[in-house]
Structure formats: C-alpha cells, structure tokens
C-alpha cells in the first residue's frame, strides 16, 4: 500500500509542544473561573503545613548558631576529649541544635510574657491618662504662646484633634489586639491548643532539620542534578548561594542592629526618666527592622507620647534620636550589616513601598532583600550580554556617552559644547 504519510520527529515535537500550549490554556481558564477555590484550597494548604513551614522558618534562622556552636565549641571540645581527636561530630551537633532551640524558646518566652504586659499596661496608661497630659500641654503651649492669642488658639485646638486621633487609634486598633492577644493566650482554648501544636510541631521538624542539614542539602542537589545539566544546576546552586548569603545576612544583621538600637534607646530613657520607657524603646527598636523609613516611623509616634507627659524631655528625647540614628546609620549599621545591601537609597525607597503596598509590615522588612536578589540577577544578566557583544559593561563606561560606534565598538562622548 502506498503510504501518504512521512513520519518525522518534528511532527511529534510540535504536537506535544500543541498538546501542553492547549493544557495550560484550559488550566489557566479554569484558574480564573474557579480563583476563589483555588486560593480557598492554597490558603487550607497553607494552614495544613504550616507547622513545617514555621519549623523550615527556624531552622533557617537557627542554622548560623548551630554551625556556629558546633564549629567552634562543641566540635573542637569533642575533638580534644575523644581518641585521636575525631569522633564526637553527632554528638556535638545534638547539643548545638538542642542550645540553640532552648535559647531562642527563652527569648521569644521572655520577651512575650515580659515586654507585651507591660506594653499593654503602658497603653492603657495613656489613654487613660491623655485628657490631663492634653490639658498640661495645652497649658504649657497658651503660657508659652501668650503673646500670640491666635496661635495658641490654633495650637490648642490641634493638639485636640492629636489627643483624639491618638485615644482613637489605641482603643479601635492596638488595645483591642493586645487584649485578644492575652485572653486568647489564657482563655482561649482552641487558639491555645492550635498556636501550642504548630509550635511543637514546628520545634520538632527544625531539630530534625538542623541535625540533618547535611542530608537533606544533599537529596536535594541529588535531585537537582538528575532533573538539570551539570552548567544548569551549578548555576541554580550559586543563585541559591547567593540568595542565602544575602537574606540570612541581612535579616540577622538587621535584627541584631534592631536589638542593639532599642537597648541603647532604653538605657538612655532609663537614665533621663523617659516617661514610658519600655515602650518607646519596643517602638525604636521594632520599627528600625524597617529600612529608611523604620527610625521616622517609630520617632514620631514615640516623640508625640513622650510630648504629652512633658515637653521639655520631648525635646531631649529628638535630639537623642537624631543622634542615636546617625550612630546607627554611620556606625553600627554599616559594622553589622556589611555589604549586604549593596544597592542605592533610591532603590531601598522603591523596594520599601513596593514590598509595603503588596505585603504590607513583611514586605517592608524582606523588601530589600528580595529587591537586592532581583537586581543582581538583572544586572548580571545585563553583563553577561554586554560581554558576548563585546561591549562596556560597567556603569561609568557610559557616562557621557553619546553613541557606540557600530563598526569600532568604541563608545563616542558627547561634546559638551553641544549640550
């Protein structure tokens, strides 16, 4: 029989490429019919794994303290105590996971039960207070301003609408959550008995994370490299590298840079009897986690409390923060975080209320440095095509250039005259 059909490869290609450009299309339809399924079923999915998720967030937070206690006190100290100076390396590594666990239980224990009632209760206090420290300031601001009738006029009226924005603010927003927060803690059985599972659960996959680290990094190349090339997944590997190097630095650094800011603050409030101490230092060290915007984000509001209990050390407390940010910014800033950020203030700005406006508070603590991630990927890529086509590949390389000629590759400057 004669055969009107030629068999080739590429009639296969393109019918299977036909095939899956056909299946996304109708899963991308169906995607959009059925969006609220869909992120019904991803946010069930979510709550469902959340334990290992929290326990995967801990032990990726964890995992400089274990390396580091292991590598430099329990290993060498198991080292010297077993023969010949080997073995030892389970051991230290259960140990080191197993401090490293306890002591941040301990801080987020301390730090909830300890710093959380006494905000409360400094919340509590101002807004009961707030009429009579609105009247002293008043008082204060007409006695000061007496020789200007219209001005204190317009000074006492605003400071009522500051007193009662502020009162409405703390009793609509924060109080409520606060108090949901301690009742819950204490009354709340079934939040108790979820918030109590997630966190064991999510203790117990860290521990086993961290004591396996090794493992698991390695069934993971093994399944990258059975997947990609050897180029591919060297390239994937070094990405990840990166990306790594740059989150684990930067929220470690900013955390521990955040730390260093509120005890500072709180040590300074102590000694010149800042009034609501605790929380004021909670809200510049909480706030300074936030980039470029976090040191005004938490002065204002700290500045207005302090204001409305006594002007004079509203004044001290500025200029203190004035000072304290320049420290921060010139100093213990730079000593922590390194390099980390390597990228300018426009960018920071831009990253800040991009992560803000799609994530809100967590967008703009990890805005930075997924936007750092992003940008050293692009400009890399940019490098990398500016050099197979044998072109400058550094900024200042086209500065004041005007064109590259086509034929010499040379960049041709701009006559300033011509501008």
């Known amino acids: 029989m004669r055969r009107f059909f030629r068999w080739d490869k590429k009639y296969l290609y393109w019918g299977i490429t036909a095939f899956c450009v056909i299946a996304c299309s109708i899963l991308f339809f169906m995607a959009l019919k059925y969006i609220d399924e869909l992120r019904n079923g991803i946010a069930r999915l979510l709550q469902i794994l959340s334990p290992f998720i929290w326990g995967l967030v801990i032990a990726y937070l964890l995992n400089p303290l274990v390396r580091f206690l292991q590598n430099r006190l329990f290993g060498p100290l198991f080292a010297k105590l077993s023969r010949g100076g080997k073995g030892g390396g389970s051991a230290a590594r259960m140990i080191s996971v197993i401090l490293a666990v306890l002591f941040m239980v301990a801080l987020v224990t301390g730090l909830f039960f300890l710093i959380i009632p006494q905000l409360y209760s400094s919340i509590e206090t101002i807004v009961i207070n707030s009429p009579t420290y609105i009247e002293s300031l008043t008082n204060w601001a007409t006695k000061l301003l007496s020789d200007y009738p219209e001005i204190s006029s317009y000074v006492a009226q605003t400071l009522g609408d500051v007193n009662t924005n ?209 940008y050293t990927f692009i400009n890399e890529g940019i490098k990398k095509r500016l050099q197979r086509s044998n072109l400058p590949e550094g900024e200042e390389d086209y500065k004041g250039v005007d064109y590259i000629d086509p034929v010499t590759l040379k960049p041709i400057h701009s006559n300033p005259e011509d501008e």
Not at 183 to 189: A, D, E, H, I
Not at 246 to 266: E, H, Q, W
């Open 166 to 374: 502020i009162v409405s603010w703390l009793q609509t927003t924060i109080l409520p959550k606060l108090g949901n927060l301690l009742s819950n803690v204490g009354t709340g059985v079934r939040y108790v008995v979820t918030t109590v599972y997630n966190i064991v659960i999510g203790i117990i996959v860290s521990i086993y994370v961290l004591y396996d680290m090794e493992g698991f990094s390695a069934r993971a190349k093994r399944m990258l490299y059975s997947i990609m090339s050897v180029e591919s997944a060297k390239k994937f590997l070094d990405a990840l590298r990166f990306t790594d190097r740059t989150f684990i630095g930067f929220l470690n650094g900013k955390l521990l840079d955040s730390a260093i800011v509120g005890l500072i603050c709180y040590i300074f409030c102590v000694i010149f009897q800042m009034p609501y101490a605790l929380l004021v230092s909670v809200m510049i060290g909480v706030t300074n986690i936030i980039p470029f915007f976090g040191p005004l984000i938490g002065a204002v509001p700290s500045a207005i409390i302090i204001l409305m209990v006594d002007p004079v050390k509203c004044l001290i407390f500025i200029i203190f923060v004035i000072l304290l940010q320049q420290l921060d910014g010139n100093f213990i800033g730079p000593k922590i975080l390194g390099s980390t950020v390597g990228i300018s203030g426009f960018w920071v700005m831009f990253a800040i209320i991009v992560g803000a406006g799609l994530f809100g508070f967590w967008g703009m603590v990890l805005g930075v440095p997924i936007f750092v991630v992003i």
